[in-house]
Each structure stands twice: as C-alpha cells, then as structure tokens.
C-alpha cells in the first residue's frame, strides 16, 4: 500500500501535526477567557513573574506564541546580554560542547579498554564486577562527588558524561571484540598477521557495528543526562536555560527549548546512525 | 626411502570430556605422508576426525601426542607456508573479493608496493575467473564465487602446501564440477601439494592421487591408503569409460558402507606403514 504512495505518511504525519496545534490552540484559547474576567491577585501575580502580571494572559502560550518565540530565537540565536540572558544557539553550543566532550573522552577509555577486557578473559573476569556494580549507578549520583573533588562544575558536567556515556561503549565493545568469529583469527593465524595488524583489520572492522550500537546508545543517554546536569550545576547550557526560564516562568521559551532538545537530540542520533550504516557489513 | 615431504607421525588427538580423565581419542596412531606435489584427499564418515587432521596440519590446533613434519621441520603453529581454505569460505565481509586476497598477499609481501599487491591479487583471481567481480563484496557473491575467492586467497601467498577442507561441500553439483576442473587447472599450473578432505567418492576420484581412508571414530585409524590408478590430468568427462574408474569406485563405496564401520585389521596390518591398495589395477602395482 504504502509501496505506491510515498507520500501518504509525511500526509499522515502533517495531518496529526495539524490535529495536535488545533487541539492546543482550543485548549489555551478557552482557559484564557475566565482569566480574562476579575484581575488577578496581585500577590500571586507577583509569585508567578511577569507573564501572569499582564494579567488578561493565560501561563500556557498558545501555537501561535511559541511560533513567533522560536522565530524570535531563530532570527538571533547567539545574543548574549549578561550571564543569564544569552541566546539558545550558544545555550546549546555549551551542552553539545559538554556533550561531545564527555563522550569522546569516554570513547577513548571504553573502545580500547573494551578491546583489552573483550580479548581477554582473564581480564573480563577481573573487570567484571566492577563494572557490574558501577554500570546501574545514575550518572547524576556521581554529580555531588564530582563538585567535591574537581571543584569546577563545568568539569563536572562533563565528567558526568564521562562516566554515563562509558559503559554502553564499553560493555558492546567488550561483546563485540569477544564474538569475533573464530574463522577470521583463524584465517589472519594462517596468514601469519601481526597482533596490531590483527586488531586493526580483522578485529576492529568485525567488531565495529557492535562498537557502533554502543556509541550510539551512549550518545542518547548523554544527551537525555546533559539537561539534567546542567540543572544542577547552572550557569550554562540548554538545561540551565530550561531551569532558568521556568523561574522566569517563560513557558514560551520552555517550549522552545525543548523543542531545540528534541531536534538536536535527533541529530546526534541520525549522525551515529549515518556513520554506523557506513562501516555495517551484511554477510 | 627418502623421508616424503609432509610427514605425520603417532598423531592423537584427545578432547577433554567433563568427569573423563582419560577421554576416547577422536584418532590415535595416524602415520602417513605425502610427497611433493601429490594430491591426497582423505575419506571417512562424518566426525571420525577430518577437520581434527587438517587443523593440525595447518597449526591452528595441537596433538595430544605425535607430531607433523613438513619438510623437515616440525609444525608449530600456523604458518604462510601452508595455505587453508576453510569449509566455511572464511572472507571478511568488510572487504571486496580483491581486497580480501589483497589482504593475504600483503600478510606474505610486506614490503609490497600497492601496486605489486593489486597486481598480484588480480592475477589470482583472474585464474579462478572472477576478474569480473573483483570489486564485490562477499554479500554480493554466490556460494561458488565466495569459495573461488577463498582458493585464490589460499594460493595467492603460494604456500608450499595446500590445505582444503571440504571445499565444495556447499555448492550444488554444476558449480561443484566447473570449480573442480579449475582448481585441477591450477594444480596442474603450480604443482601444488594438497591434502583435501572430502565426503564424495567421485571428487576424491577427480582430484586424488592418493585416497587415506578413515575408520569410524572415536579412536579412528588410518585402515588403508587408495592409490589412484589412473593418471593426471584426469578429466570428468572421461574419467568414467576408464577401466579402473569402476573397481575404484566400487572399492571406495564399499569400505564406506561397510569396512569403515567395523574394520577389523589383519595381522600384517601396522598403523606405521598403511598398506597401500590398488584397485582395479594389480598390473601397475606390481611395476
Ligand atoms: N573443540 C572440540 N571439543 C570437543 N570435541 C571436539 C572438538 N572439535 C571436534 N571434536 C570432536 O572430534 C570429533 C571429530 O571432529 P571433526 O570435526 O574432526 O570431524 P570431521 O571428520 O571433520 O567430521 P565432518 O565430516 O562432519 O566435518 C567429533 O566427534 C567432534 O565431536
Ligand atoms: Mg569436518
């Protein structure tokens, strides 16, 4: 069915894009107008910040608002008017900086140690137990000991990172060095190929969709922990915006981060998917 | 009597059974040899220790007792020296059919230019005829080209030996006799020694000089070694109308059906010396 209309999805998918806008349209349009009657009290106005101080507003911005707010952040992405006025694009700069920063220095440790831990099962068994223990703990738990001791909290974000983007590269490089197939060492001992040979053309290209699994489990995971983290160290960085704009009470803008979470967040994920498709075999 | 140029001595082979101190060997007592340029094929039912043979040979797998010496030297390990096709064909399916026979040939010439390894890679490959397909990956290739690129693989470092187990065991009977009659192109070409396992009688007829017959494992013998009495090249097509095809063949069946089950040796039999037998032609065996 779908084989002779391609575009019967991307229909669908605007069709319920559609559905969904109308129905928010409706849904903050009608709570706007009991608002809209009595003035509001001036003490909880005062609590909740500007927005509801204009009074006639509701605290929920409609589809239209949030439009002209992402076309309003679209137009100047990088403003910066002091530390807790600057612009989404720099926002997100930061997180994906930490992000990426992490991760790589993650990728570094795991794809080798992974090597080491899946060549060997002396080592595997060593590591094992550590990693069994270390592997379950909220990245975020780390958080409170990372300011302790590297009393940066920038560094701490990324340490952070660090340590939630390390086990799924490390447990699916560990798997997948392991589960090379015994024909191909085989065929490289016959061949009398050199060990760093050997890792490098038959081990790592075997092994690479699994490492790749792994990275790309990772960098979801690192993007999910990077807005919670920099709630908690603030300064900056999209999930200090987010926090920041709550206490500002500036749904609008909350909106819009999130939506920029979700997008950036989808990238990062086609980009692995992109470079995992790249180095895939098929038998 | 010269030593011959692969020659295997006591060979056993014990593989460790859980509660078992001293588990039934797969095989034990193995001597044989093969000279220079021979093509030996062995026969035996399945699990009596073929694949168990050629791993040694080749140096991926270790004797419980005995030893293999090939060209006066003991095996140790694998070696450039003797080339494996697996059963299994063994490609990287990460790289193209050029680049997988590339790989081996740099393995043998490190101090290759580029160039001189394409070159090299492309020659072999051009004599299995896959000049065509050289830029395919394994994926993309049917089972017959899969096992073409393999031989070329296996001859491209030029080993001094070839090993082969059960080469054409996947491959339906027409491809099966088209890669049968290059690899006996080739064979001819280099004069290669082989040892190649087999389960069909009609190959090992083909291709063999000399058939090693095993016993029914565990605890298989070597009962006898087949000489083949007709002479190389041998061709398919007229192998048949030969007078010794038909003695061999029956011969061949026959201890499979029933000899290799319950071979009961003779008094003059010596695990040292098998005897050597020559179906269908006692004339030639007396010259
Ligand atoms: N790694 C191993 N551990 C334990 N037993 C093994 C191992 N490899 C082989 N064997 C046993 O050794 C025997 C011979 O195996 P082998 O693979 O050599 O048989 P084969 O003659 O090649 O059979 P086929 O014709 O089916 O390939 C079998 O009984 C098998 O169970
Ligand atoms: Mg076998």
Redesign the interface.
């Known amino acids: 069915m779908t084989r002779n209309k391609p575009w019967l999805a991307p229909l669908l998918s605007a069709l319920f894009f559609a559905l969904f806008v109308g129905v928010w349209y409706l849904a903050t349009s009608t709570t706007a107008a009991p608002v809209a009657g009595p003035a509001v009290d001036p003490e909880y106005a005062a609590l909740l910040g500007a927005q509801a101080a204009t009074g006639g507003q509701s605290a929920m911005p409609g589809p239209g608002e949030v439009a002209a707010k992402i076309w309003e952040h679209v137009l100047d992405p990088f403003y910066d008017r002091g530390t807790n006025d600057k612009g989404l694009g720099i926002q997100i700069g930061y997180s994906i900086a930490r992000v990426l920063g992490g991760y790589l220095l993650a990728a570094l440790v795991a794809i080798p140690l992974g090597f080491l831990i899946g060549m060997s099962p002396l080592v595997y068994k060593a590591l094992d137990p550590f990693i069994q223990i270390l592997k379950p703990i909220s990245p975020l738990a780390w958080m409170p000991l990372a300011l302790y001791t590297i009393k940066d909290s920038g560094i701490s974000a990324i340490f952070v990172i660090f340590i939630c983007s390390l086990w799924p590269m490390l447990v699916n490089t560990a798997f997948g060095v392991a589960s090379v ?1 015994r ?2 060492l ?2 490289a ?5 050199k060990p760093i ?1 050997r890792a490098f ?2 081990i790592l ?2 092994a ?1 969709p699994t490492i790749l699994t792994g990275m790309r489990i990772s960098i979801g995971i690192a993007w999910l922990v990077i807005v919670a983290a920099e709630m908690l160290v603030g300064g900056t960085g999209i999930g200090y915006f987010v926090w920041n704009e709550w206490n500002n009470l500036s749904i609008t803008n909350i909106i819009t981060a999130i939506l920029l979470i979700g997008l950036v967040g989808m990238l990062l994920d086609h980009l692995l998917a992109w470079v995992a498709r790249a ?1 895939s ?3 | 009597m010269t030593q011959p140029f692969l020659k295997i001595e006591g060979l056993k082979r014990q593989f460790p059974q859980a509660g078992k101190p001293d588990p039934d060997p797969v095989f034990e007592d193995v001597h044989f040899g093969i000279e220079r340029g021979q093509f030996v094929c062995v026969l035996g039912h399945s699990g009596c220790g073929k694949t168990t043979i050629l791993n040694i040979l ?3 797998d270790e004797a419980t007792a005995g030893h293999v010496i090939m060209d006066g030297r003991e095996v140790r ?4 020296d ?3 096709v ?1 059963q ?1 064909h ?1 490609l ?4 193209s059919a050029l680049k997988n026979v590339e ?2 040939v740099r ?2 010439h490190p101090e290759w230019s580029r160039e001189q390894v394409r070159a090299h890679a492309v020659k072999y490959l051009e004599m299995v005829h896959l000049g065509h397909a050289i830029d395919k ?3 993309e290739l049917s089972g017959g080209m899969k096992q073409r690129v393999g031989i070329a693989r296996a001859f491209s ?1 030029e080993p001094k030996m070839l090993l082969l187990d059960e080469p054409f065991g996947a491959l339906d009977a027409l491809t099966r006799g088209s890669i049968q009659s290059e690899l006996i192109g080739i064979v001819e070409a280099t004069k290669q020694t082989v040892f190649m396992i087999t389960h069909d009688v009609d190959e090992a007829i083909l291709l063999a000089d000399r058939i090693v017959l095993m016993t029914n494992g565990p605890r298989a013998k070597i009962a006898e070694i087949v000489v083949n009495p007709m002479p190389r090249p041998r061709d398919r097509e007229t192998l048949h109308q030969q007078p010794e095809f038909y003695p061999l063949r029956n011969h061949l069946v026959d201890f499979l059906v029933k000899r290799s089950r319950a071979f009961a040796p003779g008094a003059d039999w010596d695990p040292k010396n098998p005897p050597l037998v020559y179906p269908g032609a006692p004339a030639r065996a007396a010259a």
Do not use: C, D, Q, Y
Not at chain 1, 189 to 193: I, K, N, S, Y
Not at chain 2, 77 to 80: N, R, T
């Open positions: 197939r024909e191909w085989n065929v001992r016959t061949l009398e190929v040979r053309l038959v290209p075997a690479a180095i075999w098929r038998e | 080749a140096g991926l390990g694998p070696s450039l003797r080339g494996v697996f299994s063994a990287m399916p990460w790289l790989f081996a393995s043998r990956k394994p994926a470092i």
